[in-house]
């Protein structure tokens, strides 16, 4: 597809379990960002890829978070783990070269811990 | 630090009715300006701002960027109930990796038939 895609669309997990969260991004975009939203919040930066570049881990919350891209494509989220409060909108954005450019959404993810 | 601050928080208009949203920013290093719409999920681009004055339209949006008063305006005209969206502004982080998106808030606006 043209654009930034995510999957699942919707998860529903249990406190303690893992989740795994998946982003494709735009085809030559060099950058991928994770974001989160909780409700009624504003976007939370969470990790930042570039290229080959060492990723910029500095919003993650917690060593519960991480996250893997696999050269200048696919990349995946994992929450270990899950406590309710990680219960969120999970945005992933590419852009072409990450200096400042416009990234472009994907759909996200929506979490629920129960 | 970068601040993003809009207003107003939320706005409710009738169909018709054209509105005018406000996003002032401090940054260190300005290099750009980015309008998003956001309707359930995932936020939509709009426009980026990169010069001061000019105006970007498209259909019945449009915005504008003031440098030298450190903010931009979001105008809608003969608003629709399908405008109804959260408003986000969003200024690329002034350190020297760049790659931040630092939002502000957003403006929640509801179009009412």
């Known amino acids: 597809g043209a654009g930034v895609s995510q999957s699942p669309s919707n998860k529903v997990t249990e406190k303690g379990k893992d989740v795994e969260l998946r982003c494709d991004p735009i085809s030559g975009h060099t950058a991928l960002y994770w974001y989160r939203q909780r409700l009624g919040q504003g976007l939370e930066f969470l990790i930042y890829?570039?290229?080959?570049?060492?990723?910029?881990k500095s919003g993650l919350p917690s060593d519960r978070f991480s996250a893997e891209r696999t050269g200048e494509s696919v990349s995946t989220l994992t929450i270990q783990r899950t406590q309710q409060e990680d219960s969120a909108v999970y945005l992933c954005a590419s852009s072409l070269q990450g200096l400042g450019e416009t990234q472009y959404f994907g759909p996200g993810t929506r979490l629920l811990v129960l | 630090e970068d601040k993003v601050v809009q207003s107003p928080l939320s706005l409710v208009v009738h169909e018709g009715d054209t509105v005018t949203l406000n996003c002032s920013y401090e940054v260190t290093n300005f290099r750009s300006l980015l309008w998003y719409k956001q309707e359930k999920k995932a936020p939509t681009f709009l426009f980026m701002l990169?010069?001061?004055?000019i105006e970007k339209k498209s259909g019945r949006l449009s915005s504008i960027l003031d440098k030298k008063e450190l903010f931009s305006i979001l105008n809608i005209t003969a608003t629709q109930t399908g405008d109804s969206a959260i408003y986000l502004c969003?200024?690329?982080?002034?350190?020297?990796?760049?790659?931040?998106?630092?939002f502000g808030k957003g403006t929640k606006l509801s179009v009412i038939p």
């Open positions: 969003a200024v690329p982080d002034s350190g020297a990796g760049s790659y931040q998106l630092t």
């Open positions: 890829f570039q290229g080959n570049s060492a990723p910029d």
């Open positions: 990169t010069s001061s004055g």
